[in-house]
Each structure stands twice: as C-alpha cells, then as structure tokens.
C-alpha cells in the first residue's frame, strides 16, 4: 500500500487507533486490528453519537476500547460546534488544529499504555477539503513526535484510498457499518451536512444500505 510506511506491522509494540466511529477509521480497525481504539469528546456537538458508535463498532470487532474527554470547545467552530463557520475557513466544519490536537492526544494516551504507533484513518477525499488532512501534514507531525521524548509515530495506511475503496476492502457488511455515523452536527445524522453526504455516497457506492431518500 502508499501512504506514509504502514510501521503498523513491523513494529512489534502495538498501536492506539483514533476511531470517531465513522466508516474510515472503522474499516481501519477492522482491517490493522490496533491494540487500543481511542474515542475522544472534544466537544464537537455529535461527540454521543460517535461515542456510541464507536463503542458498538469495537463490540462487534472484540476489540479494545478507551474514551478520553477533552474540552476543546472553547478553541472550536464550524459545523461541529454550531451552524455557524468560521470566516476563511478550508470548509464549513472546519475546526482549527483540531487534528493536529487530537492526534497529539492520542500520542499521549499511547505513552500511557506503553504503545509508540498512532494510525489515522484519513483517506484520499480528505486532503481536499482540509490541510490537516495531506501527507504532508502526517509526515511533519511524525517528524515532530520523533523530536520528542517517547518515540511515538503516525501512521496512515490508507491516506492514499478513497474511502470506498477502504471500506471496500475491509469487507464489512452493514452488521458492523449501520452502526457507523459520521454527521458533524448532531447526535442523530442530519441527512445535510458533508458528513453524512459522504457517507450516504460510499455506502451507496458499494451497494449496503440503501435507505430511501425523504
Ligand atoms: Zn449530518
């Protein structure tokens, strides 16, 4: 696969999974099987949601899971925090460093558990819509941690598929993928925003569940 080196398999100690319980970061877990799935409350507003999805995604994939609460609200905007986008921002729900941040938060919490890979489930149709979500912004933040104490480093096996093509190729059917969401605006997916938009199009894409339009 491209992307930055998948480390996942060479390294022997195991890595922390960010799964917000969306289609890519579940097709990931299902296809690196991580030793640690990490759900973080940051305050985006469909925080309960991915909580719940994500703890029902690691149920029915028998693998383990931690939740970690960080109160970034304060820091945030766009579609996550409320309807209103930030001025010049990349896309309506975008939230400055947030992946930057919460990438760090992950590095950290693999530190705690004695684990030095953080996997990101970000993929190809992610890069034009956000900085923080290029190559190149993976590979600077794997430069950075390896300036720092820990050793800690990013991966990204898929950042070079579509997210069709990962879900594709985890081969999950709609048992594990109804629990999915990927809304960026409430707990209970909205139909209307780019979140579920680009979920509606890979399911539908690879034919699972068609759900008539309103
Ligand atoms: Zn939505």
């Known amino acids: 696969m491209g992307g930055n080196d998948v480390r996942t398999s060479a390294r022997r100690d195991g890595s922390v999974l960010l799964l917000s319980g969306g289609l890519d970061s579940t097709a990931l877990a299902a296809l ?11 305050g985006q507003r469909p925080a309960p949601a991915e909580v719940r999805a994500a703890t029902a995604v690691t149920d029915a994939l028998d693998l383990p899971i931690e939740h970690l609460r960080l109160d970034l609200g304060d820091t945030g905007g766009g579609l996550l ?8 921002g990349p896309s309506p729900e975008w939230w ?5 941040i919460l990438v760090t938060a992950a590095a950290a919490v693999a530190l705690r558990n004695n684990l030095h890979t953080v996997m ?11 900085a923080d979500g290029s190559p190149a912004f993976y590979a600077a933040l794997d430069r950075l941690f390896a300036l720092q104490e820990g050793d800690v ?9 579509t997210s069709t093509a990962l879900v594709g190729r985890s081969g999950l059917g709609e048992d594990v993928l109804a629990w999915t969401v990927s809304c960026h605006r409430a707990s209970l997916p909205c139909g209307q925003c780019p979140g579920c938009w680009k979920r509606a199009k890979v399911l539908e894409r690879l034919g699972l569940l068609q759900t008539p339009g309103p």
């Open 96 to 100: 400055p460093f947030r992946n930057q």
């Open 32 to 42: 690196e099987r991580p030793t640690l799935c990490l759900v973080i409350d940051y």
């Open 120 to 130: 990101v489930g970000t993929v190809i149709d992610d890069r034009d819509r956000h």
């Open 153 to 161: 480093r990013v991966v990204t096996p898929a950042i070079d598929e």
């Open 81 to 88: 925090r409320d309807d209103r986008p930030l001025p010049g």
